[in-house]
């Protein structure tokens, strides 16, 4: 098996700082702990401290459940904490690498990859790497790669357009 060029996986640290939804987890944490305090909540507002380490943890789980490894030839990915699979996109059937962000991706340095292709992996509907670190220079790398696979293979890509008179 070749050796990746890149490997990587969603950020739970850049859904944190990167999207509005890790600001208000992060924000629960302090407003739970500070209403705890006067004690005349009760203990309810820790809940809510113990929702965020909950979403927190949830969110952690998803980035370790999806490992993606960029090789010179294909696109592996590994996904799966119990059941697990592995599947790949060879890269010269890469048709599009999109790259999405809001200002709130871009302060924290994150983004959203969209990976369209021909390959069966993507048939169902593009794949999607979400909250990746550094998001900008992978798209950039795996558009490259996209490049240089075509050009060993001998491949180009040719869209099919059909016209209704």
């Known amino acids: 098996m070749e050796q990746p060029i890149d490997s990587f996986r969603s950020s739970t640290w850049g859904w944190l700082r990167g999207t509005l939804a890790g600001w208000g987890t992060i924000a629960l944490v302090p407003a739970g702990i500070l209403l705890t305090a006067p004690g005349e909540w009760g203990r309810w507002p820790l809940l809510i401290s113990a929702l965020a380490f909950l979403i927190v943890a949830w969110k952690w789980f998803e980035s370790m459940a999806a490992r993606y490894d960029i090789c010179p030839d294909r696109l592996i990915v590994r996904e799966g904490i119990f059941i697990k699979s592995l599947d790949e996109v060879e890269l010269y059937r890469v048709k599009d690498v999109r790259l999405d962000f809001s200002l709130v991706n871009q302060m924290a340095g994150i983004g959203t990859i ?3 292709s021909s390959d069966e992996t993507t048939r169902g509907g593009a794949l999607v790497l979400r ?8 798209r950039e790398d795996l558009r490259r790669l996209v490049e240089a696979a075509r050009q060993k293979r001998r491949v180009r890509e040719i869209d099919m357009m059909h016209e209704d008179y």
Not at 131 to 138: G, I, N, P, T
């Open 131 to 138: 909250h990746v670190e550094r998001a900008a220079q992978r």
């Open 114 to 116: 969209t990976v369209t």
